[in-house]
Each structure stands twice: as structure tokens, then as C-alpha cells.
């Protein structure tokens, strides 16, 4: 997951965009075909200076200006005139951040279904172990383990639904220029879209997203409802392990859990992880919501919190996950 993230794929995100869009405008007659061959042959992110990229995004405040000035260089002066060309910044970085949270959110699917499918076995080999079902805390009715395995497995399909849902809803793609009307682009600027969503293998929407920012925001949702259901499971393991109970133990290896002053301590160190990535998700959902709060065709702020929120966000819930 730091992978999908990380600055290397960022640009290559990019970069994958800048290649589809001219080989879209092409398609449609927009450009020379050979300045679309070039631009797609130079945007390999091998021969990119990532250092450079980033100190000039420092002072320009985005990546794009100087990503699109070096595949300008590598592409040659007659197609390099044809880089980026009819787009804006946001249509780039968004469509790149769809490319990564199309990843991301496959690979929580993946390690949910893998949650499952623990859970279930674990499920059928309790089936028959009794012991005490609780309320408010304290002993109740009898209950088997198996039952309360059960009971944490019974949300995740769900999960899975809303994290397929999240990824077809987040699978557009962003292309409407300066103030999304694709005004240098004319009357051939939709079919121009259409075939950019066709080469990333994207949905064309039925506008520009630009200040509409409720797709991110819902794929944030919905990981978050995933890692509510990770931390109760979290939290009635750490209370199983009290010493006075120990009904239930996390996987033992030498030294995990251990304490550097209490040689009898087994401490919940995958719970009070997951429970750790879980509170700093909760932090972040809100900023992603707060996004959605844009001013006019192309916002000032609120969307720009979401490079800083999108990736801690799934590094979190992945780290929970494999926990």
C-alpha cells in the first residue's frame, strides 16, 4: 500500500495521464499521431528527475508544471508542444489520484476477503467451545467462541460491497480544463474526454468534478466503516487478554508483546495497533468531508487536504488490516 502511494507511483500516475490524454487527442484528430507516440514513449517514469519535480513544485505548489516541462524535453520540440495540451492541473492529479485509490481500494478488498476467510475457519473449529457471552461488561447468557467469531466476520461482506461500490464510483475520469467547460478544446473537447476515460479505462461522468469532491469522499467512508468494524473486533480481543479472563491470545512469536520491565506481560500489540490506526482514520475522514465544501467552478483550499489525507488513510487501513 505505501507503494500505490508513494512519490515514485505519484508521478507515474501522472505520467500514465499525460500519455492517455495524447493519445486520446490523436484518436480524435486533436494532435499529431507522432506527437502522441513521443509523449507516450517519453512518459516512462525511469527518466523522470523526481528530486527536481518535487523542489519545483515547492514553488509553483504543484507537481504538474514541472512533470509536464520535463516530458516536454524528453518528448522532442515538435510533439513536446502537444504535452498537456487542453488540460488543466486538477484534471492531471485527479485522474492520477483515481488511478491509485482504483489500486488501493482492490488491495483492501483483497485483504478483507483474506479476513474472512480466517474468521470463518476460526468460526467452524470454535463452534462448540462455550463461554461467557457478555453485556454492558459483565457475564450474561452462554455463548460459544465460535459464535463470537461469527459475530466480528458478519459485517465484512458488507465491507467488501461498499469498498467495490467506492471503487466503480470513484472510477471517472477528470478532464474539463481551466473552468471545465474545455473551452480550447472545442466542439471535439467531450469526445476528447470520452476517449481519455476509454484509454485509462475510466467512466466518463457527466460533468467535471472538479469542486465535486463526494467520490474521494465516500471511498474514505468507506474504509473507515471497515476499520470501525476491525477496531470492535480489536477491542474485544485486548479485553479477552486481561489477565483476568485470558479466554483469548493473539498469536504468540518470541518477544511480541513483551514488556522491557514485566517478563509475565503478553501485551494485544496487533489490537492496540489496530485500535491506534483506527483513531488516526477517524482524524482524517473529516478532512476529506470538509473537501467537499469548494468554492465555485475550481476550489481555493478544501480539496487540496486531500494528498496529505488519501494516502495516510490507506496506509492506515491496510496496516489494520494486515494486523
Known amino acids: 500500500m505505501r507503494a500505490v502511494w508513494s512519490a515514485r507511483r505519484s508521478v507515474a500516475a501522472m505520467l500514465a495521464v499525460e500519455a492517455a490524454l495524447a493519445r486520446a487527442e490523436a484518436r480524435i484528430g486533436v494532435i499529431p499521431q507522432m506527437a502522441a507516440d513521443a509523449i507516450t514513449t517519453a512518459a516512462d517514469v525511469d527518466r523522470f528527475d523526481l528530486d527536481a519535480i518535487a523542489a519545483r513544485a515547492n514553488v509553483v505548489g504543484y507537481p504538474v508544471v514541472p512533470l509536464t516541462k520535463q516530458l516536454a524535453q524528453h518528448a522532442g520540440p515538435d510533439a513536446g508542444r502537444y504535452v498537456h495540451w487542453g488540460a488543466t492541473t486538477q484534471d492531471i492529479l485527479d485522474t492520477a489520484t483515481v488511478l491509485q485509490l482504483r489500486e488501493a ?55 467488501v460491497e461498499r469498498l467495490r461500490t467506492a471503487r466503480e464510483r470513484v472510477r471517472i475520469v477528470q478532464f474539463g480544463g481551466a473552468v471545465g467547460t474545455l473551452a480550447a478544446l472545442g466542439a471535439r473537447g467531450r469526445d476528447v474526454a470520452a476517449a481519455l476515460a476509454d484509454e485509462l479505462g475510466l467512466r466518463l461522468p457527466d460533468a467535471p468534478w472538479h469542486a465535486d469532491r463526494s467520490a474521494f469522499a465516500e471511498a474514505a467512508c468507506a474504509v473507515a466503516l471497515l476499520c470501525g468494524s476491525l477496531a470492535k473486533f480489536a477491542t474485544d480481543v485486548v479485553l479477552l487478554m486481561q489477565t483476568e479472563v485470558g479466554e483469548v491470545f493473539e498469536p504468540h512469536a518470541p518477544g511480541r508483546g513483551g514488556s522491557s520491565t514485566m517478563p509475565q506481560k503478553r501485551n494485544p500489540i496487533a489490537s492496540e495497533y489496530i485500535l491506534a490506526a483506527t483513531r488516526g482514520i477517524d482524524a482524517l475522514v473529516p478532512l476529506l468531508l470538509g473537501a467537499m465544501a469548494g468554492d465555485h467552478q475550481r476550489s481555493t483550499g478544501p480539496w487540496q487536504t486531500e494528498p496529505l489525507a488519501l494516502p495516510q488513510l490507506f496506509v492506515l487501513a491496510s496496516a489494520a488490516c494486515a494486523r
Do not use: K, N, S
Not at 481500494?105 to 483483497?110: M, R, V
Not at 485483504?111 to 480466517?118: E, K
Not at 454492558?136 to 458488507?158: I, N, R, S
Open 105 to 159: 481500494l482492490a488491495l483492501l478488498e483483497t485483504d478483507v476477503r483474506d479476513t474472512i476467510d480466517v474468521l470463518a475457519a476460526r468460526a467452524r473449529q470454535h463452534r462448540d467451545d462455550v463461554m461467557a457471552g457478555r453485556t454492558h461488561l459483565q457475564h450474561a447468557l452462554p455463548v460459544t467462541f465460535g459464535y463470537v467469531c461469527a459475530l466480528w466476520l458478519a459485517p465484512l461482506p458488507d465491507h
